[in-house]
Structure formats: C-alpha cells, structure tokens
C-alpha cells in the first residue's frame, strides 16, 4: 500500500510552546490528508483535515499545512498543554475507500 | 449520541477459538471501517462496508478473516481458527457518508494465548 511515515517517532515540548508534528506521503493521487490524535487505551480522535487543492488549514489552536511539491504535511498546535499529550497520526485517501496512516508520533508535554 | 460501541473490549482467545468483534456505529451513520493496531504502531486498513456491502476488503486476509454490516444490528468482524500473531488491537470507524470523517470506537483488545 501507500506509505505514509513520520520524521519524529517523539517529540518532547514545554507546556505553552508550539508543537510541530511532520509527516510524509508518498502517494500524488491522494486527495484528502487527516490528523488524529489517539490517547492511551482509546480510539483516534479527529484533528483536522486538509484536502489536496488547499495548502493551510487553521481549527482551534491547530494548523495544518500541506507541501505537495515535497509531499509534506504538518501539523503546528498552539499554545501545547498537558492534554495534547498523545500519539499523534496523519493518514491519507484518494477515495475515501480506505484510509492509510503514519506510524504515528508520541507528542509529550512537560509542564 | 453515543458513539462508536465496540464490544468486548477484551477479548482472550486460545489458539484455533474463533473471535467475534462487534462495532454498532453511531447513529445515522451507514459506513463502517475496521482497523488492526499492533503495539507502537499505526492503523492498517482491514475492510470497510455500507449497509449489506462490503465495498473494499483489500486489507483482509484471505483466509480466517470476514466481515459483515447487516441491515439491522452492528458490524460484525470475525477471526476464525486464531494464531498468536491475531493478537492485536482492533477499532471500528463509522461515518455518515464518505468523507474525511470518521469516528473510532474504543478498540477490542484480542489476546490469543
């Protein structure tokens, strides 16, 4: 399948700083570009979703960019506290048939 | 609303048992994906059916594994004949209609010993 991988399995930051998680897709087809947020013990959460044609997206604190020249996806969360501590996971679709996700990034907050 | 419901949530199986995983998809919602999570890693696409159709199953394995949506009641996926490397964290996603969107439940936790 297409593969959707991360550049930092952990990325450790101060409460109150910015957080800036990478992700990298190999798939030019792909239409829609998710971030989920999963807690230990419970299922993924929905952040955000960019779709193709767009570069930037803005939703409360969080902020997604999409880079198709290099095939790159971010996602910067404002102002991080102790609850954004979770493993963070972008995934992608070309046709909402199946979705493939990142190996996913351990986000931790120090207060 | 309730949201996604998935039952059991531990599951413990020996080898050669067979495991049902149930998922009841929240309400409205006629799509349903299945997802297998091993530890420290991300999701792997399984299946994901409509309402009496599977419409993509391209993540299934061939043989032990199948999944059905029936008109009435909640998605069922089922591992015959289970091996040690089943062991896995398996979640449900449903949505209203295909879009970016979707809702996890909570997972079953399949243990085979």
């Known amino acids: 399948g297409e593969s959707v991988g991360l550049h930092l399995p952990t990325l450790s930051v101060q409460e109150g700083d910015n957080s800036i998680i990478n992700c990298a897709y190999s798939n030019s087809a792909s239409d829609y570009f998710i971030w989920y947020k999963q807690e230990s013990g419970k299922g993924p959460q929905f952040i955000i979703d960019?779709?193709?044609?767009?570069d930037k997206r803005q939703g409360q604190r969080v902020t997604v960019l999409l880079n198709k020249t290099v095939k790159h996806l971010s996602l910067q969360i404002a102002a991080t506290q102790p609850g954004d501590s979770a493993v963070y996971f972008c995934?992608?679709?070309?046709?909402?048939?199946?979705?493939?996700f990142g190996s996913g990034t351990k986000l931790n907050v120090k207060p | 609303n309730a949201g996604v419901m998935q039952n059991p949530r531990h599951l413990v199986r020996r080898r050669g048992q067979e495991a049902r995983l149930r998922c009841s998809p929240m309400k409205g919602h006629s799509h349903v994906y299945w997802y297998r999570q091993l530890p420290e890693e991300g999701l792997k696409f399984m299946v994901y059916?409509?309402?009496?159709?599977?419409?993509?199953e391209s993540g299934m394995p061939k043989e032990r594994f199948s999944a059905e949506f029936p008109k009435e009641g909640p998605s069922i996926l089922r591992i015959q004949q289970v091996v040690r490397g089943d062991s896995a964290a398996y979640f449900c996603?449903?949505?209203?209609?295909?879009?970016?969107?979707?809702?996890f439940g909570q997972g079953t936790r399949l243990t085979v010993v």
């Open positions: 995934a992608e679709t070309d046709n909402f048939n199946k979705f493939y």
């Open positions: 960019i779709r193709s044609n767009m």
């Open positions: 996603a449903s949505s209203p209609e295909r879009g970016p969107e979707a809702f």
């Open positions: 059916l409509q309402k009496e159709n599977i419409i993509d």
